[in-house]
């Protein structure tokens, strides 16, 4: 079956940095854009980064540009989520999700806070 699971998530202090992975099974990883969603409780799901099948087209949320960074490895089926800069407001539970698809992972909470 279909699974997505994220990891990589954890307490930062403001400034620092985290790497999220997200690594897929039960699907064709490669012929799916990826996608990584934030949530924060009492808000709806916020679209943080796409990237393409191969890789080589990436979009990114006007929060986070300049600071995340998605990248993927699809002899790997993994996509990641490299995060720097991190501020408080960065705080979420960061979720993968392939595209076009109800294929979600379960989430990693990310905090930022001193």
């Known amino acids: 079956q279909v699974q997505l699971v994220e990891s990589g998530g954890g307490l930062v202090q403001p400034g620092g940095s985290l790497r999220l992975s997200c690594a897929a099974s039960?699907?064709?990883?490669?012929?799916?854009?990826m996608r990584w969603y934030r949530q924060v409780p009492g808000k709806e799901r916020e679209f943080v980064a796409t990237?393409?099948?191969?890789?080589?087209?990436?979009n990114y949320a006007d929060s986070v540009k300049g600071r995340f960074t998605i990248s993927r490895d699809n002899t790997k089926n993994t996509v990641y989520l490299q995060m720097n800069s991190l501020k408080p407001d960065d705080t979420a539970v960061y979720y993968c999700?392939?595209?076009?698809?109800?294929?979600w992972g379960q989430g990693t909470q990310v905090t930022v806070s001193s």
């Open positions: 999700g392939a595209a076009f698809t109800n294929y």
């Open positions: 039960g699907f064709t990883f490669s012929s799916f854009a």
């Open positions: 990237i393409s099948t191969a890789g080589r087209a990436t």
